[in-house]
């Protein structure tokens, strides 16, 4: 429940605006002259305000649209993310937003029209397909039901074929894609961890087999799926809970339909690193054996390297090689 919607003035009267607004006629409203003034204030607390988070309501001015970081993307050249929304619904201990923002308030940019323009730009520049992803600083479905950015997202490239969407995304509210024809340039990738990672770490996420049934759903109205297997957390019992997961979803899940996988693992900008151990010092994954290399905090190279070892022979046992792609 949202009891507190903070919004620029510049868009009090936009008709997105208004009708977030109605989905909670008894949150306190409170305008601000832009965004930055709620949202990047020092004197704030991640962790308590992920208890209660407020819903802040702005319009974006630049950098709609930014290349991928090096290794993300699924066999394309060309890839880029895009975010309408910053800050996610779930509480995954492991995410490294908590270390990227001073706030937990989820942060709503209103004029998805702007995004657009430049994805139409961006892919116009090449001959190129062009890959665009969301679900990099929040999850693409989980605030649909609020954000109603789905079906607008969905005519736009439903009407541009050569550029590409993927929707990455932990949760089960797939019915803005149900009440929509599957699109042969949309992906929607669901993102896994093992069933002991998930308990311990993946808080508020749907339950496991709700996501698969999800995908089922999604597979059998023709929508193409994604699995994403990242952060991979090392633990003593990593092959077992590896091929436990994956002998779970392909029971649902017909892995010759499947567009891609990829996996990559448990890594964070130092940083970040050190602040989320700030927000969370009795939190056991940051008691882990972890190392400083390549200005990241991760593991030990060679369990590192074993364990995506471990994740890729996993998966030969269900796809082809050419659609898992490591993110290194």
């Known amino acids: 429940m949202i009891h507190t919607i903070y919004i620029e003035e510049e868009i009090r009267d936009h008709p997105r605006t208004l009708r977030i607004c109605q989905r909670f006629p008894n949150a306190r ?16 607390n991640f962790r308590l305000q992920k208890k209660n988070p407020a819903l802040i309501l702005a319009k974006k001015h630049q950098k709609y649209v930014l290349p991928t970081p090096a290794g993300y993307g699924v066999g394309s050249e060309r890839n880029f993310y895009f975010s309408h929304m910053l800050n ?3 509480d995954c201990r492991y995410c490294f937003l908590q270390g990227m923002y001073r706030s937990a308030n989820y942060l709503i940019f209103v004029n998805y029209e702007d995004f657009f323009e ?5 892919a116009s520049a090449s001959t190129e397909d ?15 039901p609020v954000t109603d950015f789905m079906p607008t ?3 736009y490239f439903s009407n541009h074929p050569k550029s590409y969407l993927e929707i990455r995304t932990k949760s089960t509210q797939i019915r803005s894609l149900l009440n929509h024809e599957a699109m042969p340039n949309c992906v929607v990738a669901f993102s896994f961890s093992p069933n002991n990672t998930y308990k311990k770490l993946e808080h508020g996420v749907p339950d496991i087999n709700k996501r698969i049934r999800a995908m089922k759903k999604l597979q059998n109205n023709g929508w193409r799926l994604g699995l994403r ?12 809970d590896y091929e436990s997961l994956l002998e779970n979803i392909f029971q649902s899940i017909d892995a010759k339909l499947l567009h891609s996988v990829s996996y ?6 130092k940083p970040f690193y050190k602040k989320m151990i700030r927000l969370y010092p009795e939190e056991k994954l940051f008691s882990l054996p972890l190392t400083e290399h390549d200005a990241q905090v991760s593991f ?11 994740v890729h022979t996993a998966l030969l046992k269900y796809v082809e090689e050419k659609i898992i792609f490591p993110c290194r």
């Open 300 to 310: 030990e190279q060679t369990t590192e390297l074993s364990s995506l070892e471990t």
């Open 118 to 122: 430049e994805i139409t730009n961006t």
């Open 29 to 44: 409203t409170i305008y601000c002259e832009r965004y930055t003034s709620v949202f990047n204030n020092n004197s704030q």
């Open 264 to 269: 990559g693992m448990f890594r964070l900008p």
């Open 153 to 155: 997202a969905l005519e």
């Open 130 to 144: 062009s890959w665009f992803f969301s679900g990099y600083d929040c999850d693409s479905l989980a605030m649909d």
């Open 229 to 240: 297997l990242d952060p991979v957390i090392y633990s003593p019992t990593l092959q077992a």
């Open 88 to 90: 996610c619904l779930y």
